[in-house]
């Protein structure tokens, strides 16, 4: 897999940090011409800024530099240092209202699991600063999904439909919805990171969650098996629930191979971070249990392959050999562009990643079904924009009132004529 030089020197950074390779491994990539303000902006977008200054900083002390190797800027240090101390603070401030949330659903009755986010953070890291991250996730039982969002709202969180029916499409098709709260807090964030853009969001949002993505389990209760699997972490002196080591990583690995199009360094790093920091301690006949029980083992089992490609992180014997059994394992690229169309909508790409990664053929029945009514109302929408005429039609051929009926026909024909691998020096008529 061939990469940039700020990607390539990126993941370098990040496998030290593993200790997958040695500092002269990434001091070798550190050449003059390399476009550090490029590199910064790379790991704030690939959200693994907190772990390029740790590892150079770690690096720089190897080879009794102080705070960084001979060849890192010292105005680079600063600025990554300087971004590391604002994103310490404004996961601080996550982790306060996150624990605020908690409490006023504690108080409603309302039994909640926090993961991902400072969660994540403490329990894959160590430390809540060496993680990027921009929102809280909370997870509840499908029967209180609906006070959970009331005592959400009450805390001034509000939800981004305006139509009902679009906020019922994201609990059935997304197992969740999204609420934000505009604060002054987060406001002062927004500004501090604003020329970085990291944590830009002038927002705290928070993604409330009843199931876990991609899968539509067949029975509501489906996603019981997940609260018997819980553990406590340790958040500024409280002990939080949140989900099981093993829970956790499948949680994690799907969030790897689920989108391939979405996928960021983050992403893979997490799940390495946990394999890493808890390696004697992972029961990974628990975790293909959970995942199975998910639908989703060939899918999490993807987004090991891709952790331990990427990032060269060691992995049992017994699942390698899943590896070898599975011969299109091999198939799957970390990255795929997508260019999302009216031709190509993403709905289709989300049909077609879920179709090829089932656990069962016959789930692709059940999915199918679920996402047939996203597959009609496109095609009605679609239909609509190749048949009904605009001004564009009437310009391309002007034609008197009482031929208007002519425009239907004329319409796909102009469309045909402009999507056609024609010359383009040919004129239209010529074509014609």
């Not at 705290?204 to 996603?223: A, N, T, Y």
């Not at 952790?307 to 970390?334: N, V």
């Not at 002519?406 to 020096?425: A, E, M, N, Q, W």
Request: negative net charge; charged residues 20%; glycine residues 4%.
């Amino acid at each position: 897999m061939s990469l940039p030089p700020d990607l390539t020197v990126l993941l370098a950074c990040i496998r030290f940090q593993l200790g997958t390779i040695t500092a002269s491994e990434v001091t070798n990539l550190l050449t003059p011409v390399l476009n550090w303000d490029c590199l910064v902006q790379t790991a704030i977008a690939q959200g693994v800024m907190p772990l390029l200054y740790e590892s150079l900083k770690a690096i720089g002390t190897i080879e009794g530099t102080d705070n960084a190797p001979p060849l890192v800027q010292h105005s680079v240090m600063m600025q990554l240092q300087h971004l590391h101390r604002m994103n310490g603070l404004n996961n601080l401030s996550q982790t306060k209202e996150l624990l605020k949330i908690l409490d006023g659903l504690d108080k409603a009755n309302i039994e909640a699991i926090a993961f991902k986010g400072s969660v994540l953070a403490a329990f894959a890291y160590g430390n809540i600063a060496l993680r990027q991250f921009n929102d809280l996730d909370i997870f509840v039982r499908q029967r209180d999904f609906w006070q959970a969002k009331a005592v959400l709202m009450s805390h001034g969180y509000l939800s981004p439909y305006l139509d009902s029916a679009d906020e019922m499409e994201g609990f059935d098709r997304y197992l969740q919805i999204s609420l934000s709260n505009r604060n002054a807090e987060a406001t002062m964030f927004g500004r501090q990171f604003q020329p970085s853009l990291l944590h830009s969001n002038p927002e705290r949002s928070i993604d409330l969650h009843w199931g876990i993505p991609p899968r539509i389990l067949w029975k509501s209760d489906g996603f019981d098996l997940l609260w018997e699997n819980l553990a406590r972490v340790d958040l500024m002196g409280r002990s939080i629930q949140t989900f099981s080591l093993e829970a956790t990583l499948v949680i994690q690995c799907l969030n790897v191979a689920k989108e391939p199009w979405k996928r960021s360094f983050k992403q893979v790093c997490d799940a390495a971070q946990i394999i890493h920091r808890h390696s004697t301690e992972i029961d990974w006949h628990s975790a293909l249990e959970i995942a199975s029980a998910l639908r989703c083992q060939r899918l999490f089992l993807l987004g090991l392959y891709q952790t331990h490609r990427l990032l060269h992180i060691q992995l049992p014997l017994e699942i390698q050999t899943q590896f070898d059994c599975d011969p299109h394992m091999s198939e799957w690229q970390f990255a795929e562009d997508r260019c999302f169309s009216m031709f190509q909508p993403m709905w289709w790409w989300e049909y077609n990643a879920r179709f090829h990664t089932l656990d069962r053929w016959w789930d692709g029945l059940f999915i199918t079904l679920h996402f047939l009514p996203i597959g009609l109302k496109w095609l009605l929408s679609l239909l609509k924009h190749l048949i009904v005429p605009n001004d564009r039609d009437r310009e391309f051929y002007p034609l008197p009132k009482a031929l208007f009926f002519l425009y239907y026909l004329i319409r796909p024909i102009r469309l045909l004529l402009k999507f056609s691998p024609v010359d383009k020096s040919v004129t239209i008529e010529q074509q014609l």
